[in-house]
């Protein structure tokens, strides 16, 4: 099973930026897409951003423009570049493996990192 662990979450002010990665265990990761998602206070997960094993990306639509993901197969990293950040996008932030070419994680669940953007 991969374990993943994600780091850089914070407290920023709205407009700021942070930069999130996450490490998975395994020497595999590079046949994995790979996606990050969020939880709100209140709310269900959902998806933010996905990148493919060749490194295509998609974005939801409320942070296209702002976030960036990318990835290093050497390193078995993944990162969410958050810009223009808004209070809306407070929340626990979490990466995960993806089944196929969805969206729909695959993995257990790391312990998240928690975002809050204040107004």
């Known amino acids: 099973q991969v374990q993943l662990v994600e780091s850089g979450g914070g407290l920023v002010q709205a407009g700021g930026s942070l930069r999130l990665s996450c490490v998975a265990s395994g020497n595999i990761f590079s046949i994995y897409g790979m996606g990050w998602y969020r939880q709100a206070p209140g709310k269900q997960r959902e998806w933010v951003a996905s990148i493919s094993s060749g490194g295509s990306t998609n974005y939801a639509d409320f942070v296209k423009g702002r976030f960036t993901i990318s990835r290093d197969n050497a390193k078995s990293m993944v990162y969410l570049q958050m810009n223009s950040l808004k209070p809306e996008d407070t929340g626990v932030y979490y990466c995960?493996?993806?089944?196929?070419?969805?969206?729909?994680?695959?993995?257990?669940w790391g312990q998240g990192t928690q975002v809050t953007v204040s107004s």
């Open positions: 995960n493996t993806l089944v196929g070419r969805t969206v729909i994680a695959a993995s257990p």
